[in-house]
Structure formats: structure tokens, C-alpha cells
């Protein structure tokens, strides 16, 4: 019986719910997958699981329920224990343009979901999840775990580089001279911007750490010339003499909510 004011529940709403309260498994299954390189293995069309599970010396029957809870939701296709890939797990291979296998990775690092689970300590202290877990902010911790470092940039980087082409072509940086890119990461908006702008200069001004991840992109995009990478703390100072300074996102695991 309904009191009054309430009005019959939506099944299609339970199932809704369900599905996002359980999320967590699926980011799970998703860096598994993700970690394992099995979208790459599937290359060059589908494969049993026997075969999947000797390459990446895994358990195959608990490589099979992951697999097949992934296909269930459209990453991945099975076909009598045979999996292939789909328009969604092709973004999981490593080559693929757009590629999102190195966020997905980093979504499912023990430092990134353990630190969102601190959440709830967030809101009521207003302290970060991070912070409250690890015993120190993020890029303290990156600097004593270089692997995370680079997991972590380079998942940021594949979930934000196709938003590049639309800072380019929203904003005219044809008449500045020097652009700071402020905590730029590795540097793909600064090189994107400088390749549209063949007359303007780049700084690219992150965490001494990120010398080594950010030189790769430049040296490629051939903007060794033109951009410098200079190293810093943000939250202290930024360099002087730009004519404009961009800052795409501050993003940080388990710090979003307390800042």
C-alpha cells in the first residue's frame, strides 16, 4: 500500500541503481582487463579462454567470470568460451587512437580506489580521501612512487587529450608571444596549441618529476625549440613573462571532493 505523497516504484529505477551502487565491479573487471592487455591479444580475431588465460598466466576459470561479466555489458563478445573484441574493448587496446586502457589502469590502481573510498571521511572533515589513507598529499606521493606517477599521468592524459582540439579551436592563441601551460603533465595541450601556432613559445611548468614523462611528447611533436619545461610548485609561485597562462584541469585522485 502507497502512503500518501509516494507513488509507485519504477522497476527500470531499481535496476538503474543497482547497477551504479555495484559500478565498482565493473571498474574492477575493466582494469583487469585493461592490465592484462587483453584487448591486444585479440588483435587479430577471437580466442578461447585457455589461450587468453596461458598468455597472461592467469587462473582461467576467474579470468573467464571476469571476462564474461565484461561482455555482458558490451566489452568484449563471447561465442562458446571464444572471446572477440567489440567497438568498446577497442579502446582498450593499447594502439588504438583514443585509447582510454591507460585511465582505466590507473582507475583501478589500489592508490586510486582506495583513496575514493575515503569519501565519506572527505565530506565530514573536509580533508582529502588521499591524504586521510596515504599519510601524504598525491604529488608527495608520487614523488616516493614513480610508477604511480606515470600511471597516473598517463591515464589523465588519454581521458583529457580529445578535449585538446576544442581549447585549440575555441580560444585564439594566434597574437601571444608565451603560453604557460600550468600544471601541463606531459604536455599534449602545449604541444597541440604550439602545432596550431607555428610563431608562439611554450612553458610547460609541472613537478620536477614530470621532466621525463613530458620530454617524449615534445621531442616528437618537434617543439623542443619551442618549448621549455621548467619545474615548480604551483601552489607556491608560477613563472613570470607569460602572456597567458592556462590550467586545463587540477584532477588528482581522492582530492577532487575536499578541494
Not at 606521493?141 to 592524459?157: F, L, N, S, W
Not at 601556432?197 to 611533436?221: C, E, I, K, S, Y
Request: hydrophobic share 40%; glycine share 10%.
Amino acid at each position: 500500500m502507497l502512503h500518501d505523497g509516494e507513488t509507485a516504484r519504477d522497476p527500470s529505477d531499481s535496476d538503474a541503481m543497482l547497477r551504479m551502487i555495484a559500478g565498482f565491479w565493473l571498474t574492477q573487471a575493466i582494469y583487469v582487463a585493461a592490465k592484462l592487455g587483453i584487448a591486444d591479444l585479440l588483435e587479430d580475431g577471437p580466442k578461447p579462454i585457455a589461450v587468453l588465460a596461458s598468455r597472461t598466466q592467469t587462473h582461467e576459470r576467474s579470468l573467464y567470470r571476469v571476462l564474461r561479466t565484461l561482455a555482458s555489458v558490451g566489452v568484449f563478445v563471447e561465442d562458446k568460451g571464444r572471446f572477440d573484441l567489440t567497438p568498446m574493448a577497442m579502446q582498450l587496446r593499447r594502439d588504438a587512437v583514443g585509447s582510454l586502457r591507460p585511465y582505466a589502469i590507473m582507475m583501478g590502481e589500489q592508490w586510486a580506489w582506495r583513496s575514493l573510498g575515503g569519501m565519506l571521511h572527505s565530506v565530514r572533515t573536509g580533508q582529502s580521501g588521499f591524504e586521510h589513507i596515504f599519510g601524504k598529499p598525491p604529488f608527495d606521493y608520487y614523488k616516493d612512487h614513480p610508477d604511480a606517477a606515470r600511471i597516473a599521468t598517463e591515464g589523465v592524459t588519454s581521458r583529457s587529450a580529445p578535449e585538446n582540439d576544442a581549447v585549440v579551436s575555441a580560444y585564439d592563441f594566434g597574437n601571444l608571444k608565451t603560453i604557460v601551460d600550468v600544471g601541463g603533465g606531459q604536455g599534449t595541450l602545449i604541444a597541440r596549441i604550439l602545432g596550431a601556432n607555428p610563431t608562439a613559445r611554450g612553458l610547460l611548468f609541472d613537478m620536477p618529476h614530470m621532466a621525463g614523462l613530458a620530454r617524449p611528447v615534445l621531442v616528437q611533436a618537434g617543439l623542443t625549440h619551442r618549448c621549455e619545461f621548467q619545474d615548480g610548485n604551483f601552489f607556491a609561485s608560477v613563472p613570470s613573462g607569460g602572456d597567458v597562462y592556462i590550467m586545463k584541469k587540477y584532477f588528482t585522485i581522492g582530492t577532487t571532493i575536499a578541494h
